[in-house]
């Protein structure tokens, strides 16, 4: 087993395709080491199922016109939670998931959301670019 690999506290999965959930400690001989906070998570590879986004007023109102810089629309959360190509992790220091992926325009954007026991996501937090190593590009 790799050394970024360990067993997923939520599932019991491991590495290789078969956990969504996977954590371990951050190896530099890790190419799919996702550093979030200093904390590393693991991103598996593989494609990932379309969540559905669940949207309520405030969440809503906080993604769309809160931050009207950002230039981010609900169809752009909603197309990158579809993204089977997106890289998901889980981020313990804020307790949510982070989602990788793109756009039907191409355009990276990282979404932020809490995973509801169904599956769904409740997207808290989007912003544009992708995160690679330890630092955000855009």
């Not at 906070?37 to 016109?65: D, Q």
């Not at 230039?71 to 990788?100: I, M, N, Q």
Request: hydrophobic share 30%.
């Amino acid at each position: 087993m790799p050394p970024h690999t360990v067993s997923c506290r939520r599932c019991g999965g491991m590495d290789g395709g078969s956990c969504a959930h996977q954590r371990g400690p951050w190896s530099a001989g890790s190419p799919d080491a996702l550093v979030l906070t200093g904390v590393c998570t693991t991103a598996h590879t593989r494609r990932v199922k379309p969540r559905r986004a669940v949207w309520r007023e405030h969440n809503l109102r906080h993604i769309t016109e809160d931050h009207p810089e950002r230039g981010v629309s609900k169809e752009d959360v909603e197309e990158v939670l579809a993204d089977p190509d997106r890289r998901e992790a889980y981020d313990p220091t804020h307790g949510t998931v982070v989602a990788a992926g793109r756009n039907r325009g191409g355009e990276a954007f990282v979404v932020a959301f809490v995973e509801l026991p169904d599956g769904d996501a409740f997207p808290v937090h989007v912003r544009r670019g992708y995160i690679s190593d330890r630092r955000v590009q855009r």
